[in-house]
Nanobody, 125 residues
């Protein structure tokens, strides 16, 4: 299984970015797909996940970020709007071979077997 992220970059506060995670070797519909992020000097943390038709978000991004899938392209997206400097981090895509229907498992890094290489998002004026 290979996950390749793209779409990161430098954006001003209040701006938007869309991250993409192209998957190969496993279909996104048969997986729990998650986004995590790691800010400088901090641990990697959960951001959002989609499992079956259920989505989960960390509280700090609710209403600003949207996770979605394009089944035909076998790709997962993270649309990020109203970006803040505290959103600056390396964003990682992850895939789990189990469909998790509860937030406890979808939010846990230990639930995911496959990880992408990460893409940098910098929010700064």
């Amino acid at each position: 299984v290979q996950l390749v992220e793209s779409g990161g970059g430098l954006v001003q506060p209040g701006g938007s970015l869309r991250l993409s995670c192209a998957a190969s070797g496993r279909t996104v519909t048969s997986s729990t797909m998650g986004w995590f992020r790691q800010a400088p000097g901090k641990e990697r943390v959960f951001v959002a996940a989609v499992s079956s038709d259920i989505t989960f978000y960390i509280d700090s991004v609710k209403g600003r970020f949207t996770i979605s899938r394009d089944n035909a392209k076998n790709t997962v997206y993270l649309q990020m709007n109203s970006l803040k400097p505290e959103d600056t981090a390396v964003y990682y895509c992850a895939a789990a071979s189990t469909i998790y229907l509860t937030p406890e498992f979808s939010r846990s890094q230990a639930s995911y077997e496959y990880w992408g290489q990460g893409t940098q998002v910098t929010v700064s004026s």
